[in-house]
């Protein structure tokens, strides 16, 4: 009975210590948010009226982003026709099913009409996975094949990691090393995919460090907040259109003050 109990610790202590290499080995550098990356512009460069789809979850929803985005590209003279499909807890996994409801909606929507721009928007969870080669990445690729050859843009809308960051185990991560992770993950797709990417996670990530007192987490901790909404729609409008958001008329329920400052964050992330 006493070997069999040595034996069974030792095989847990190999199983743990397997576990913690595995992990060591998924572990994200952490990112400097301030950092210069040219983000790659639209090619061709947005023409007048162009024909724009948000696609994604609760994050897209929240707030109306897509008629967010709408009302500040038309408050400098930029006329869009925006459109929207959106559901809670969806991933690009069911937008990629044709047997799923919205997956055969999308196939509906997209394929056979034009589009300049199809913005796709991850689930926050799979997003932050550490196996996006099995989770997140085949199906990033069934919708841009389809994109393109609607003859359209892809653009990856990277989001924001929880406010508060989340526990994996025992290990309590913090909001910058999620957002390492998500930020990893999105530009390695849109790398291999020669696509588009809107750093919107990295935008939350500056505004927190340089005014923390804009709020731009929902409750829940989750979600955007209003000014996180704007700030994403700001950092949208600076990458489709390849200007700045400065100065816009349009500030939605903030206060001027705050909008300039947001602003002004995603017009340096983007063309800085």
């Known amino acids: ?19 913690c290499s595995s ?35 609760s994050h897209t929803f929240y707030n109306d982003l897509s008629g967010t985005f709408f009302r500040i590209a038309n408050s400098f003279g930029h006329k869009s026709d925006v459109y929207e499909l959106s559901k809670g807890y969806y991933s690009l996994k069911r937008y990629a099913n044709p047997e799923d409801e919205l997956g055969a909606l999308f196939d509906k929507t997209v394929t056979g009409k034009k589009w300049d721009f199809v913005i796709l928007q991850e689930n926050a969870s799979t997003a932050l996975s550490v196996s996006p080669d099995e989770e997140m990445f085949p199906y990033a690729r069934t919708l841009d094949e389809k994109v393109k050859s609607a ?13 508060n960051g989340a526990k994996d185990g025992f290990k309590k991560q913090s909001r910058e090393e999620l957002q390492s ?5 999105y530009m390695a797709i849109s790398d291999e995919l020669n696509d588009l990417v809107i750093p919107a996670g990295i ?34 409008y ?3 259109y390849q200007q700045s958001p400065e100065n816009c008329s349009f500030t939605g329920e903030l206060e001027s003050d705050q909008a300039e400052k947001l602003q002004k964050i995603a017009a340096d992330l983007i063309l800085s």
């Open 151 to 163: 003859g359209g843009q892809t653009a990856f809308l990277m989001t924001w990691a929880p406010k």
């Open 23 to 57: 992990k060591e080995k998924k572990e994200t550098e952490q990112m400097d948010f301030h950092a210069q990356i040219q983000w790659k512009a639209p090619e061709p460069a947005v023409g007048d009226r162009p024909r724009i789809l948000f696609v994604g979850d």
């Open 181 to 185: 992770v998500m930020a990893e993950n």
């Open 203 to 236: 935008g939350f990530m500056r505004c927190t460090e340089s005014y923390p007192d804009i709020e731009l987490w929902d409750a829940d901790g989750k979600h955007p907040s209003s000014a996180g909404t704007y700030l994403t729609a700001c950092t949208i």
């Open 1 to 19: 009975m006493e070997k069999r109990c040595k034996i069974a610790m030792i095989l847990l202590l190999m199983a743990v210590m397997s576990g």
């Open 238 to 240: 600076a990458l489709v």
